[in-house]
């Protein structure tokens, strides 16, 4: 029997084992019941409890919950505990009825279009299983709520921060913008290819699944389906050049291009981190030879990365001389994931070690939970943020070249 499994099975006999007169959920009367919330909810067994349950989850799983409230304890402590140790589950409870006010509905946390479920049981419930979050979502073209005229786009996962900002000016226009997160690469491959690389399509429900949104006029967005055929795309998004990504040459002909605001990339820690600053050796020996000479950045499975075909990565990979398919780390999937990933970790020595690499855009939204690492290029004295100081958002060593 393991520690943690030792110390909550004692917890459990001295503190959740109760005897007496009772009388159960079925009317049935027992002379023992076990408030199991008891050593659940105990901050001496709490953390026991959640690495007992992540054991047993699948590694395809991304939320975890089940009926309120039998299984809201053991749901949200095991998402906590799974946060500081690098996995990203989110919470969710289930209610036992319709809820007529407010958002409504019988779900309540944080579960998203695609995720799959770890169901715990709890109170009288059977458990929660592992379904698809996909079913019942509005289409993304909907004449009967406004959105006749759509615009399909397709690209990075940097892009939905600023596309919220331009929704408002594309709506009135008369069209609304259709985004479905993909990357750099394939935003331009949407464009200069052929065939079905020019279309989106609903993603097949798993724990990946990225489905469209579309965006309103006061910048929020909604998730939507495609239908069966699909669509095609009509603006690709890339954060770096089409001649960047393999196999695709300059635009010409009929394809246009349209320059965009510049996106400085960074690297980032978390927010109980004591690191300030990194030089392009160290981002080197971290992402190019895992890190083994450049503490505390040590163990890569907290490096937070990307993928070849994200912009973020190619511009990280060129600054810092490492080919963005050779990088050690963790592909987490998109910047939002990174940035949740890693405000997360709250345990000093891990939070030492973790290192990610994400949009400005992104930091900037969360400057509370993450820190920004000044960086010194190779040739330079000096390390720099893409901002004048820590405290603005100015990017002026971005625009005066000292933030490659």
């Not at 009388?23 to 019941?33: I, P, Q, V």
């Not at 001649?243 to 349209?258: A, K, L, M």
């Amino acid at each position: 029997m393991s520690d943690a499994r030792a110390r909550v099975h004692e917890h459990l006999l001295d503190h959740s084992v109760r005897r007496g007169d009772f009388t159960l959920k079925s009317g049935r009367t027992s002379s023992w019941f076990i408030d199991s919330k008891r050593t659940i909810c105990s901050p001496e067994t709490m953390v026991d409890v959640a690495t007992l349950l992540l054991e047993r989850i699948p590694s395809e799983a991304t939320a975890i919950g089940g009926l309120t409230m039998g299984a809201d304890g053991a749901s949200f402590i095991t998402a906590g505990v799974a946060a500081t140790r690098g996995r990203l589950l989110r919470a969710f409870s289930v209610r036992k009825e319709v809820k007529d006010h407010g958002a409504g509905g019988r779900i309540a946390g944080a579960l998203e279009v695609g995720d799959r479920g770890a169901g715990v049981l709890g109170g009288g419930d059977r458990g929660a299983g592992g379904g698809d979050a996909g079913a019942g979502l509005p289409s993304c073209l909907d004449p009967s709520n406004g959105r006749s005229q759509v615009v399909y786009l397709t690209g990075s996962s940097n892009f939905p921060p600023l596309l919220a900002k331009l929704a408002p000016l594309i709506i009135s226009t008369g069209f609304t913008p259709i985004y479905q997160v993909t990357n750099s690469c394939t935003g331009v491959e949407a464009i200069f290819g052929s065939g079905s690389a020019l279309m989106i399509t609903d993603p097949a429900p798993g724990p990946s699944a990225k489905y469209a949104t579309y965006f309103a006029a006061d910048g929020s967005s909604t998730n939507c389906t495609l239908g069966p055929s699909g669509a095609q795309v009509d603006i690709g998004e890339s954060d770096i050049f089409s001649t960047t990504c393999d196999g695709f040459g300059p635009p010409g002909g009929n394809v246009g291009e349209f320059l965009g605001p510049i996106q400085a990339m960074v690297f980032v820690v978390p927010g109980k981190s004591q690191e300030t600053a990194i030089t392009a050796q160290a981002a080197r020996e971290v992402f190019g030879m895992g890190g083994g000479s450049a503490p505390p950045w040590t163990n890569p499975s907290l490096y937070l990365v990307r993928n070849a075909n994200t912009g973020t990565q190619q511009q990280i990979g060129h600054a810092i001389g490492v080919p963005a398919n050779q990088f050690w780390g963790v592909d987490r999937g998109s910047a939002a994931n990174v940035d949740a990933l890693m405000k997360v970790i709250s345990d000093p020595t891990l939070a030492e070690q973790a290192i990610g690499i994400i949009s400005a855009d992104y930091y900037d939204d969360d400057r509370a939970n993450l820190i920004a690492l000044a960086y010194e290029a190779d040739g330079q004295d000096c390390a720099y943020l893409p901002d004048s100081t820590s405290y603005k958002k100015d990017k002026q060593n971005v625009r005066d070249g000292h933030y490659p």
